[in-house]
Nanobody, 127 residues
Framework: QVQLVESGGGLVQTGGSLRLSCAVSGRTFSSYVMGWFRQAPGKAREFVGGISRSGDVTKYADSVKGRFTISRDNAENTVYLQMNSLKPEDTAVYYC????????????????????WGQGTQVTVSS
């Protein structure tokens, strides 16, 4: 059983920064594509960013490009999301997710293409 546990959320002012972490249990962390999603109240869950198994390829939603950076440490079974220049519209519950991929580097970014999920961590950006 794979378990994902996010941490690092909180309240921050506009323009501030936060770093989210996601610790993943199990010995096969390096075999998963990892990603971050978010869900604001009343809205659908949306893709934020993804990182390949080796960590050398990343992909971001247009809304966060240049502000957010995803990284991973395969020795520590952890994936990170560094969020800078935060805006009120970034307010959401942020979820870590793992994807099993047979071919390719990062698979589809729709939520149903990701197999494992964390419980989420709240990020609130005040104006």
């Amino acid at each position: 059983q794979v378990q994902l546990v996010e941490s690092g959320g909180g309240l921050v002012q506009t323009g501030g920064s936060l770093r989210l972490s996601c610790a993943v249990s199990g010995r096969t962390f390096s075999s998963y594509v990892m990603g971050w999603f978010r869900q604001a109240p009343g809205k659908a869950r949306e893709f934020v960013g993804g990182i390949s198994r080796s960590g050398d390829v990343t992909k971001y939603a247009d809304s966060v490009k240049g502000r957010f950076t995803i990284s991973r440490d395969n020795a520590e079974n952890t994936v990170y999301l560094q969020m800078n220049s935060l805006k009120p519209e970034d307010t959401a519950v942020y979820y870590c997710a793992a994807q099993i991929l047979r071919t390719g580097v990062i698979g589809p970014t729709t939520p149903n293409a990701w197999e494992y999920w964390g419980q989420g961590t709240q990020v609130t950006v005040s104006s």
